[in-house]
């Protein structure tokens, strides 16, 4: 089992990544939404790590003060890319 430091910089490096590929113009609402899924799925790891249930929702809310989850954000203006081009004056 990993310790929770390296766990949450794993994940954070993956979620950073995932970011960075996906995070491009009018994607914003696609990434807001996967943004909750590996919230969910790591209240459910970590629940696991025992035989009874070590977190509840406040306790889980202060665990990601500790160590927060990156947001998402767009990294890429697509807009910039190909909009000049099929502009007509």
Not at 26 to 55: E, G, T, V
Request: hydrophobic share 40%; with cysteine.
């Amino acid at each position: 089992m990993l310790p929770v430091k390296v766990l949450m910089a794993l994940l954070k490096r993956k979620l950073i990544g995932y970011y960075h590929y996906y995070g491009i113009t009018d994607n914003s609402k696609r990434l807001l939404a996967f943004h909750y899924i590996p919230r969910c799925m790591l209240f459910k790891w970590l629940n696991r790590r025992s035989q009874r249930k070590s977190f509840d929702g406040e306790k889980f809310r202060r665990f990601l003060e500790k160590f927060p989850l990156p947001s998402p954000r767009i990294y890429v203006n697509i807009m910039d890319i190909w909009l000049p081009s099929t502009y007509i004056a």
